[in-house]
C-alpha cells in the first residue's frame, strides 16, 4: 500500500508540473492545496492500522493552522520591512521642479501659449 | 549596423485633460531624447477633453514639428487599451513607450539605454533599487505594498511592479500582447506583465520616481481598492 501511495504522488507531480504551462494561477493553488490535503488527510486521519506514531500524529493534525499562522505573520512581516523601507524620492521631486520651470520658460521663448 | 541609430522611439501618449502636463511631459521627453541622440516621436491621443488639450497639443506640433508629434486625437473618451491600440497604428517605431501623462513618473529614462539588455519589456519599478515615490503618507504606501504582495503572491508576475504605466516594448511584442490581453483599465497593463512572462518574453526593470501629481487630484480611493482587488481576483483566475 506505500508503495502505491508513494506511485500515485509522484504521478501527480509530475502531471502537474506539465500542466503548469496551461493551468490558471488558480488552477495551480487549487491543485497544489488539493495535493497537500489529500496528503495531510491521508497520513493524520488514517485508520488505526496504518498509523505513524503519537508524536508525528500529535504535530501533523493542527500543521495546516500553523502554517496559516506562519503564512500571516510572514505577510505581516514583508509588508511592514517594505513599508519602513519605501524610498521617498526627495530629489526626484525637486529635480522635476526645476525641469518644469525650465521647460516652461523655454517653451514660452519658443512661442507656446500656456 | 550599429543599433542606436537604427532604433526609433514611438511614445503613446493617451490624454485626457492634461492641458497643463502636456506641455511639460513633451518637453521632457524630447529633451532626453534629444540629449541621447535617439530618434523618436510622441503619439498624443487626446479623447476630446474639454479643457483644451488638444488646442495645446496643436502648438507643440508646430513647435516641434509634425514628424516629432503626431496628433491622433478620438472624439470621445474611449479607455487606455483603445488608444493603445490606436496610437500603435500610427507608430513607426521599433519600440513604443507606454506612460501617462500626468508627470507622475519622473522621467529620467536611462532605462531607454536598458533595453540594451536586449529585453523585450522593460519596465519601471517604484520597489526596487533606488525607485520610490514622494508626497505619499503613511497610508497610501501601506495600500501600495499591501496589494503588491498580494499580487506577487498571486501571481508570481515576475517582475516587482505591476501597476506603474511606465514601459518600453518592442513593437512587434506589444502587438502580440495586445491580441492577447482583454482586461481594461489599468489591470490592463498589470495583465500585459503576466502574459508576457508566459510567452516568454524578457522583462528588465528600471528604478523610477514616482512624484505625486503636479497638477490634478491623484485617485486612491475605496472605489479603486475594490475595483483593483476585482481585476487582481480575475486576472488569478483567468492568466
Redesign the interface.
Known amino acids: 500500500a506505500q508503495g502505491a501511495g508513494a506511485g500515485r504522488g509522484s504521478v501527480r507531480f509530475s502531471l502537474l508540473l506539465s500542466f503548469q ?1 496551461a493551468m ?3 488552477g495551480q493553488w487549487l491543485c497544489g492545496l488539493a495535493l497537500l490535503g489529500s496528503a495531510w488527510a491521508a497520513l493524520a486521519l488514517a485508520p488505526p492500522g496504518l498509523q505513524l506514531p503519537a508524536p508525528f500524529r500529535q504535530a501533523l493534525l493542527p500543521l495546516p493552522i500553523y502554517l496559516l499562522v506562519t503564512f500571516g505573520c510572514y ?1 505581516l512581516a ?2 511592514g520591512y ?2 519602513a523601507t ?5 530629489e ?2 525637486a ?2 521642479q526645476e ?2 520651470s525650465a ?2 520658460t ?2 514660452r521663448r ?5 | 549596423m550599429a543599433a542606436g541609430s537604427a532604433d526609433k522611439f514611438s511614445v503613446l501618449l493617451p490624454t485626457y485633460n492634461e492641458r497643463e502636463n502636456l ?2 511631459v513633451v ?2 521627453l524630447a529633451r532626453t531624447f534629444q540629449e541621447s541622440g535617439n530618434n523618436f516621436e510622441i503619439i498624443i491621443i487626446d479623447d476630446g477633453s474639454p479643457d483644451g488639450t488638444q488646442e ?1 497639443a496643436e ?2 506640433e ?2 516641434y514639428g509634425s514628424d516629432k508629434i503626431l496628433l491622433r486625437p478620438r472624439a470621445r473618451k474611449l479607455g487606455l487599451g483603445t488608444a493603445y491600440i490606436h496610437g500603435m497604428k500610427h507608430a513607426t517605431g521599433n519600440f513604443i513607450v507606454i506612460m501617462d501623462a500626468d ?1 507622475s513618473h ?1 522621467v ?1 529614462l536611462y532605462f531607454i539605454k536598458q533595453k540594451e539588455g536586449n529585453f523585450d519589456i522593460v519596465s519601471g519599478t ?2 526596487k533599487g ?7 503618507d ?1 497610508k497610501r ?2 495600500i ?3 496589494a ?2 498580494l499580487t506577487q ?4 508576475p515576475g517582475a516587482s511592479d505591476l501597476t506603474g504605466s511606465f514601459r518600453l516594448y518592442r513593437k512587434e511584442v506589444l502587438q502580440k500582447l495586445m491580441d492577447k490581453c482583454v482586461s481594461k483599465g489599468y489591470v490592463f497593463q498589470m495583465e500585459m506583465i503576466v502574459r508576457a512572462r ?1 510567452l516568454g518574453f524578457t522583462i528588465g526593470e528600471v528604478p523610477i ?3 505625486d501629481r ?1 497638477y490634478g487630484e491623484s485617485k486612491l480611493g475605496g472605489n479603486e481598492i475594490v475595483s483593483f482587488l476585482k481585476g487582481l481576483l480575475t ?5
Open positions: 504551462a490558471t494561477k488558480l505577510s514583508t509588508v517594505r513599508l519605501f524610498n521617498d524620492c526627495q526626484a521631486a529635480e522635476l525641469h518644469i521647460a516652461r523655454d517653451l519658443r512661442g507656446l501659449r500656456f | 506641455p511639460l518637453w521632457l495645446i502648438q507643440l508646430k513647435i508627470l519622473h529620467s517604484r520597489y533606488n525607485g520610490g515615490v514622494y508626497g505619499w503613511l504606501k501601506l501600495s505594498r499591501g503588491n504582495f503572491v498571486l501571481l508570481r508566459q520616481s514616482f512624484v503636479v486576472l488569478f483566475a483567468t492568466t
